[in-house]
């Protein structure tokens, strides 16, 4: 490999390191995410169960 591959590799590595860096979702979006799941399941385990 060349200079040029490896130069070109390792940008796309960090490009993608980069961005699945910058999407991830915060504290605040897991937890609210949680909170929405678990009134989900409530709501379904009260349907079932009438």
């Known amino acids: 490999m060349d200079r040029n591959t490896v130069t070109g590799l390792l ?28 009134a989900q399941d409530s709501i379904a385990a009260a349907q079932t169960n009438q």
């Open 11 to 38: 940008l796309i590595f960090v490009i993608t390191i980069a961005w699945a860096w910058f999407t991830m979702p915060s504290e605040e979006e897991l937890a609210q995410r949680q909170a929405e799941q678990a």
